[in-house]
């Protein structure tokens, strides 16, 4: 099956700078590639997602890159507030009939330093 | 709206009792899934249903059991748990993925919070 590896486990920045979190995956047959935001006690929410036939996306922000021939994405938050103060999960997908079959990366806790 | 509603949202239960947790969704969405989150780890994968049918069933123990009435609900039948399956179970759902790109994204519902004593 499919296994998402996330780098690093913590992150911590000072308000402003920029925060990259890097995953990479094994299942070539995953196409899709979302990230997701949750706070503490509250749901993942998704923050940005790329598929495979794209390179790059970005949404003010937020921006993902995928390398499909290294198996590998990244997310990028430039001018980070404190309330990108969070755990982010990575998560590689497949289809599954018509469902998406999402493995997940362990986890990066961000935190912004005001 | 993109809602999905779980209940109850807090849960405590021993290990005899039975009880069910309940998801709803009116967006219209043909897949649905039961994920299990642990404090600081990611959420993992129980069981998805495609069109009111169990496809994927991650070798979930028997004291769990899904069931999807209808297109807009999913349970999830709990049984003789054990203090270890205290977690929190999170309902999600996506669209159909050959209707469009919007078929890619799977929404949360907030999650059901579960003690087992």
């Known amino acids: 099956g499919e296994n998402v590896e996330q780098h690093p486990s913590t992150l911590s920045v000072q308000e402003g700078d920029s925060a990259v979190i890097k995953c990479t995956y094994s299942?070539?047959?995953?196409?899709?590639f979302p990230w997701y935001k949750q706070e503490l006690g509250k749901r993942p929410q998704l923050i940005i997602d790329i598929r495979s036939n794209v390179g790059e996306k970005k949404d003010q922000r937020i921006a993902v890159t995928l390398n499909k021939t290294a198996k590998h994405f990244s997310l990028h938050i430039t001018e980070t507030q404190p309330e990108d103060s969070a755990v982010y999960f990575c998560a590689g997908g497949k289809s599954s009939g018509s469902a998406r079959q999402l493995t997940f990366g362990s986890g990066t806790q961000l935190t912004v330093l005001p | 709206d993109t809602e999905v509603t779980q209940t109850p949202k807090h849960l405590v239960m021993g290990m005899t009792n039975k009880k069910s947790l309940k998801c709803e969704q009116h967006m219209g969405h043909r897949a649905m899934y039961w994920y299990k989150q642990k404090a600081k780890k990611p959420p993992e994968l129980m069981f998805v249903y495609s069109y009111e049918k169990l496809s994927i069933n991650e070798s979930v123990p028997s004291r769990f059991s899904p069931e999807c009435p209808n297109s807009s609900l999913l349970n999830l039948h709990l049984h003789a748990l054990q203090p270890e399956d205290s977690a929190l179970y999170l309902c999600?759902?996506?669209?159909?993925?050959?209707?469009?790109?919007?078929?890619?994204?799977?929404?949360f519902g907030e999650g059901s919070w579960l003690t087992v004593v």
């Open positions: 299942d070539s047959a995953s196409n899709y």
């Open positions: 999600a759902s996506s669209q159909d993925l050959d209707s469009s790109s919007s078929g890619n994204t799977i929404y």
